[in-house]
């Protein structure tokens, strides 16, 4: 992938604030500063707790499922707000903190506000550029929970949809253009941290009625190999279509020069559909994981292929609050160094959960 310039990102937030002056310039001497109250403050959320039935994380080990009150999809508390400058731009933030609603832990203990913390201007004309922890373009764009049959939660979903990327990016710039004939494309740029390399990144996305599709590639720190500034590249899709009776949607990642060597690979499928039934939704969705020398080009004994079914129901009992049900079962393949197989077993798991929105 093609580096892109880190000048570039850091130009645009030059320009859109000279745009903001140039615009809001008085044309007669200044005045005395009129005193507003300060920005409406939004805060939303989530909290999606049940009775689950969850399979092993390593079903060579272990192929009994453990029962647990767990959550169907992580909490998550929010803060947003926005204010306009001028009839052009307008500026904004948003943090949001994850927890374990079962227990009311912090998610994470090395970051609050885990999934954003960012701050942003937007020009009707020029576009939108954020700054901060941001969502990478997989993530964020292209394999966005919109394109899985669960949107990305309860215990039914694909869980993961990307592949190595990071789906959050730490020191980060994102511009995005204009939205046009429902096209909008962006770029971004993450400065690494000691030993974590740059990222770089772009995406091209089309929202438009019943149907939406994205695509983006990004190169970033080598999840498999931490230990030096190392990058791998990923390239990732996604795209759904409401037919009105069944919505069909999926997803595909790829990352590679991935290890020491550079030679390692993932790739992750999704497809699923939505169909709705009665007072909510069935939905449906496979997801398939395969791994190429994860340790090295001679070594697959670190390599795991993963094949995950899941069905549910989402009973919506009003707008903010639904009864969630999930039944899964998933293969996982591991092998021997020489590439042979090594363990096949396969688990089945299933969930009930009350979820509030607000």
């Avoid at 859109?16 to 008085?26: E, H, V």
């Avoid at 020191?171 to 494309?185: C, E, L, M, V």
């Avoid at 639904?322 to 039944?327: C, N, Q, T």
């Amino acid at each position: 992938m093609r580096p892109i310039p880190s000048t570039l990102l850091p130009l645009t937030l030059c320009a859109l604030i000279s745009n903001a002056f140039a615009q809001s310039a008085p044309t007669s001497a200044p005045t005395a500063p009129t005193v507003t109250s300060a920005i409406p403050l939004k805060i939303s959320g989530r909290l999606d707790v049940g009775l689950k039935s969850a399979i092993p994380s390593d079903l060579s080990k272990e192929t009994t499922s453990s029962e647990a009150v767990d959550e169907g999809s992580n909490a998550r508390l929010n803060f947003a707000g926005s204010s306009d400058i001028n009839s052009d731009l307008s500026s904004y933030f948003m943090i949001e903190m994850r927890f374990n609603a079962d227990n009311g832990a912090q998610n994470d203990s090395a970051a609050l506000f885990k999934d954003k913390a960012w701050v942003g201007l937007n020009s009707k004309k020029y576009g939108d550029l954020k700054l901060g922890r941001l969502h990478s373009p997989q993530y964020g764009v292209s394999t966005a929970g919109r394109y899985e049959a669960f949107g990305g939660d309860s215990y039914a979903s694909m869980g993961t949809r990307g592949a190595l990327a990071a789906n959050q990016w730490n020191n980060a710039i994102y511009y995005t253009t204009p939205t046009a004939n429902g096209f909008n494309a962006g770029l971004t740029f993450s400065k690494g941290e000691k030993t974590a390399a740059n990222g770089i990144g772009a995406h091209l996305a089309y929202n438009n009625g019943p149907a939406s599709a994205a695509f983006s590639v990004q190169q970033e720190q080598d999840k498999w190999d931490t230990t030096t500034q190392k990058t791998m590249d990923t390239v990732a899709m996604g795209a759904f279509y409401d037919f009105g009776i069944v919505r069909v949607g999926g997803t595909y990642a790829r990352s590679s020069k991935a290890n020491i060597t550079g030679s390692g690979s993932q790739d992750v499928f999704t497809v699923g559909v939505r169909v709705p039934y009665g007072p909510g939704e069935i939905r449906a969705s496979v997801r398939n994981i395969d791994e190429t020398a994860r340790k090295s080009a001679t070594d697959a004994s670190s390599d795991v292929d993963s094949f995950r079914i899941g069905i549910g129901y989402a009973w919506l009992l009003d707008a903010t609050t639904g009864v969630h049900f999930s039944l899964v079962r998933e293969t996982q393949k591991r092998f021997n160094a020489n590439g042979s197989e090594k363990s096949n077993a396969s688990g089945e798991g299933a969930e009930i959960s009350l979820r509030k929105t607000f």
